[in-house]
């Protein structure tokens, strides 16, 4: 089995609201020296195939689902 | 004209359009279900709002993916008009039968208010039988509806003449680019709008300036309220 983390955030440029609120709550919290913060979206995905087997067919979920190409980047991690 | 409506599960406002449909063309719609693999002969085909499969993942995303859809591409591609309403629009998208996606609305919230649209291209399938720049109110109901194309995109849409329509006279309520509330494909034949036109098709909704969009679609000749 091969264990793989994909990690799916908003590309820069693209506007994130979520994570300006975010950030404005750490500010809140008294956390100082916050600069940014972006929000994205982690998936844990369990696979009975090879790694190689794997990272292929990771890369077209990201692409057929995961992420938004338009508006989203994705990174595929295996992790065990 | 023959229209069908496609139903998702978490859809919820495809019964406002069924009934619009039906009132304005005088025929109810075919009603197809996601994992339908046919449409009916339609002059029409709508995709209606609400939230599809809860909006798990993205607005429209798991949508996007159902069985049905490879038949609204074969359709659209023939040619046959799809309008795509608030989570239809996302579900096109996500579909990328539209160009673009919707992201969080800006300001965060859940916006459910009545806008002003300004009809930006009268010469489309979808908005013949208003003037441009002719401007009706319209309501919305959405949370993620703030438009979003990278800029050789929006440059391209902007160019095409294929916004449809705009918020106007700063009501825009979820921050889209260059105020953006519905676009169509390049083609012309497939609309993608947040605003709910179906919501204003009967004096008791307030007005009934929504109707000239079905009956520009379905080729209706205008009613004494459009």
Known sequence: MTKARVTVTLKNGVLDPQGKAIEGGLYSLGFEGVESVRQGKVFDVELSGSKKEAEAQLAD?????LANTVIEDYAV???G | MKSSVILFP?????????SALTKISGTAPNLVWHTDTDIPDSDLIVVPGGFSYGDY???GAIAARSPVMDE??????????????CNGFQILTEAQLLPGALMRNAGLRFVCKTVKLEVTNAETQFTGQYEKGQ???????????NFFAEADDLKRIEDNGQVAFRYADGTNPNGSINDI?????????????????ENLIEPDHGGQQGRGIFESALEIVASEAA
């Open chain 1, 61 to 65: 979920m990201c692409e057929k689902l």
């Open chain 1, 77 to 79: 991690e295996i992790v």
């Open chain 2, 10 to 18: 978490g859809s919820n406002r495809d019964r406002d359009m069924i």
């Open chain 2, 57 to 59: 993942l993205r607005s």
């Open chain 2, 72 to 85: 609204i591409r074969k359709a659209a591609d023939k040619g046959i008009r799809v309008m795509g309403v």
């Open chain 2, 135 to 145: 401007i009706i109110p319209c309501p919305v109901a959405h949370h993620d509806g």
């Open chain 2, 181 to 197: 509330a519905g676009i169509i494909n390049e083609a012309g034949n497939v609309l993608g709008m947040m605003p709910h036109p």
